[in-house]
């Protein structure tokens, strides 16, 4: 099992800026993509961006790219979302996933979440 444990939301002005943190623990070796998504009321849940854990290769969704950028540290066993240029369409509950293969938008083909934290962005 892996557990991921996210932080790092709150309430932000739009144009600010937030950096996610999602810490992993457990049988981090089985992990290969970890993925940052989100999901707003009413909305489905969403893919981001994802990282390759073995050699750092991000991906992004066109709504946040630019904007977003997504890291790790693997030596922490933590992976980050840095969110520049807010926008109040960007409020939603922000997850971390793991996965032990490759990059997939279904949010089902993760095994492993965080438990959200939630982003606000005040226009």
């Known amino acids: 099992q892996v557990q991921l444990v996210e932080s790092g939301g709150g309430l932000v002005q739009a144009g600010g800026s937030l950096r996610l943190s999602c810490a992993a623990s457990?049988?981090?070796?089985?992990?290969?993509?970890m993925g940052w998504f989100r999901q707003a009321p009413g909305k489905e849940r969403e893919l981001l961006a994802s990282?390759?854990?073995?050699?750092?290769?991000?991906s992004y969704a066109d709504s946040v790219k630019g904007r977003f950028t997504i890291s790790r540290d693997n030596a922490k066993n933590t992976v980050y979302l840095q969110m520049n240029s807010l926008r109040p369409e960007d409020t939603a509950v922000y997850y971390c996933?793991?996965?032990?293969?490759?990059?997939?938008?279904?949010?089902?083909?993760?095994?492993?979440w965080g438990q959200g934290t939630q982003v606000t962005v005040s226009s």
């Open positions: 990282i390759n854990w073995i050699d750092g290769r991000p």
């Open positions: 996933a793991a996965r032990p293969r490759g990059i997939v938008l279904d949010p089902s083909g993760y095994n492993y």
């Open positions: 457990g049988r981090t070796f089985t992990m290969y993509t």
